[in-house]
């Protein structure tokens, strides 16, 4: 009979610390996503509907409060909480915190979008995904890393999870981007952006079954990307831009299309991806982004997940999931200047160039007609070597031997226990010219092919403009 009791009573305790753990934490921590110079936008979930929900913000207090959205999203069983903060002022640090009901939030920090002329840096992170315990270890370290360096926000280029099940997106915030149970603290710090995978898309069993309203619908759930204005509202914020800074990031999803004649992807069915083929509406966009990148930005940067030059398994044109038909974006890329391309897709980490006629013979990653291209499929998950017969379609003359279009290939291929990502500093010369510094930071620490890269603005700064008008009135006074 006493044994009785106390096993009732221990039902009733923890049917009480369930119902008060459902009701009174944020299974999310918050984080951040579209900084912007007057904002910023901050997620966060709760396991139970929290009509009550908002953020309290401030410099040095949390004088401002601001309501918050209180969404079911059904494909994850959870409730999102969103606040896009506007109004505030541009390139400064704020406290916050967000509350749902009685339960506060950890205090956090953000900054808002720098000022144009200021430096900044960003990192590039590629297939961290959250297979198991030592990947998700992995991935966490890598975004620690990144923030531990100063970055002012992280781009993941695609699959950030395994497979696009709730499990899933709950290990990456939970025990990876935020820390909710164990991950991250910088994903409530910095803004953390993504690029659609094929992992992303990936439902766990298939490519074909529903993965519009199961896997993307949790992946667009999990994002604020910018609208991209798309007629079709499935594609809506799964390609997108944003400027910081002196530089303009495109951000594509190019895992597949409809074309027969660059389909890139055998198992993902035509219609379950936006189209990428010169003529398409993503097509079409992306030209238009660069022409305007093109008038207003000293550097141009796009993001997606396939590599179109690598020696990885998945640079094969035989590929079931190849990068190799997006080779035909690169005159359009390099037509309109984009300064490097950020992929993944491959788990390799590998820096290569295209150029006109003859760049293979200096390799010049500086000259502006060439176009860099960088892989990072080296962020969590298991590294791999480069693939058998990579020679015949990374040789620049069709010979089937160099010239190469590789500049770098890592060392440490295979060893599992040693993860990296692109680290990108932007910075300022003066006198209206900008430099890129690129480099390779492993997990412990070490530093691979550093390069950089200096570009003209397009944009007269303040000394330049005040140049210009002290010419133009001499000018004016000699004809006079």
């Given amino acids: 009979m006493k044994g009785r009791k106390l096993m009732g009573w221990g039902v009733c305790v923890a049917i009480l610390f369930n119902c008060s753990f459902a009701f009174a934490i944020q299974y999310i921590e918050p984080y ?36 918050a959205s209180n969404d079911y999203v059904s494909s994850m069983n959870l409730y999102k909480h969103e606040v896009k903060l506007n109004g505030l002022s541009t390139e400064t640090t704020y406290n916050y915190r967000v509350q749902s009901g009685s339960t506060l939030s950890n205090s956090y920090t953000f900054k808002t979008a720098i000022n144009r002329s200021s430096n900044f840096r960003f990192a590039l992170l590629g297939d961290g995904r959250t297979d198991n315990s030592t990947v998700i270890s992995r991935h966490k370290h890598m975004v620690d890393m990144a923030g531990d360096r100063g970055a002012d926000f992280i781009i993941e280029a695609g699959d950030q999870v395994k497979a696009g099940t709730a499990s899933h997106w709950n290990t990456l915030y939970r025990n990876i981007v935020t820390n909710s149970a164990g991950g991250s603290s910088y994903g409530s710090k910095i803004p953390y952006m993504t690029a659609v995978g094929n992992h992303e898309i990936w439902d766990g069993s298939s490519y074909d079954s529903g993965n519009l309203t199961t896997s993307m619908a949790r992946y667009k759930a999990f994002m604020a990307n910018p609208s991209n204005g ?38 993902l069915p035509d219609g379950s991806t936006p189209d990428w083929e010169p003529g398409s509406e993503q097509y079409n966009w992306m030209v238009n982004q660069l022409q305007q990148a093109q008038q207003d930005s000293a550097f141009t ?26 080779r035909a974006l690169d005159p359009v890329w390099r037509q309109y200047g984009v300064d490097a391309v950020l992929t993944s897709h491959d788990h ?95 997990s412990d620490g070490q530093i691979f092919d550093p390069f950089s890269i200096e570009r003209t603005d397009p944009v007269p700064g303040p000394a330049t403009v005040s140049l210009m008008v002290i010419a133009l009135a001499g000018m004016l006074r000699r004809k006079n």
């Avoid at 940067?301 to 997006?326: C, E, K, M, N, W």
């Avoid at 500086?366 to 590294?383: A, F, R």
Wanted: aromatic share 16%.
């Fill in 32 to 67: 951040l996503q579209a900084p912007k110079q007057d904002g910023m936008t901050i997620l966060w979930w709760t396991n139970s509907s929290q009509p009550n929900s908002s953020v309290e913000y401030g410099l040095g207090n949390y004088n401002n409060t601001v309501a």
């Fill in 230 to 267: 798309s007629s079709n509202p499935n594609w809506n914020e799964r390609y997108y831009s944003f400027k910081y800074g002196a530089a303009t990031f495109i951000v594509l999803d190019l895992n597949n299309t409809s074309s027969n004649s660059y389909d890139n992807h055998d198992y």
């Fill in 301 to 326: 940067f796009v993001i997606a997940h396939p590599s179109p030059y690598s020696r990885g398994v998945h640079g094969s044109p035989s590929d079931t999931q190849r990068g190799y038909q997006l």
């Fill in 348 to 442: 390799t980490v590998e820096h290569c160039l295209t150029g006109p006629a003859g760049f293979e013979n200096d390799m010049d990653v500086n000259d502006p007609n060439n176009l860099n291209y960088l892989v990072m499929g080296n962020s969590g998950y298991s590294s791999r070597y480069a693939e058998d017969g990579w020679n015949t379609w990374m040789d620049i003359e069709g010979n089937d031997g160099p010239p190469y279009y590789t500049k770098y290939f890592y060392s440490w291929a295979g060893n599992d226990s040693l993860s990296s990502f692109w680290d990108v500093n932007i910075v300022n010369e003066g006198n209206n010219l900008w430099r890129a510094d690129f480099q390779v930071v492993r």
